[in-house]
């Protein structure tokens, strides 16, 4: 990418709202009221706004490698709290993708440096259903299982949160689980049942009284 072709493309940008609407930019600053929160991997070929067909101001996103919610890291914390508790969104999506490098990093048993404690994380979802990915022969398809069991942990990791249990049980929230197919461009719900999933532990979990 060109650095200086990046200003004419936003001049380009800034004419071709303001040809729309002349009004574009004194609505767009006045305020945000997002009804998703969608929570990402890094990777540059997976593009929020573009992925949903969203226009400015009405997806809150954030990204990080391979989509994780982790407890300890206050940046997905913070930008949890402040979707619930400040914008009132009314879905949450956790949303991964096919061939994430993040997560073919963590199946590989190899000294990774400053990554060693994030992928960490990814190796646990692997170790809680490792019967089930030992059982697939084939490297791709374990590959791709892995990349939906852990939006699957990721999304319950954001349901552990008292302010997110609030606000499903009063406010309506809802926690999505998706996968960005790239080799077709679909998005695939993973339809996640968290009553199921959490069945035999939900009772600690539980911590909205």
Known sequence: MNIEKIFEHNKEWIDKRLAQNPSYFDELSSGQNPEVLYIGCSDSRVTAEELL???????????????????????????LDYAVEHLKVKHIIVCGHYNCGGIKSAMIPKDLGIMNPWLRNIRDVYRLHADELNAIENEGMRYNRLVELNVQEQCVNAVKNPFVQRAMLNGGLVVHGWVFDLFSGQIIDLKLDFDKILKDIKEIYDITE
């Open 53 to 79: 067909g969203a226009e400015p101001g009405e997806v809150f996103v954030h990204r990080n490698i391979a989509n994780m919610v982790i407890g300890l890291d206050m940046n997905t914390t913070s930008v």
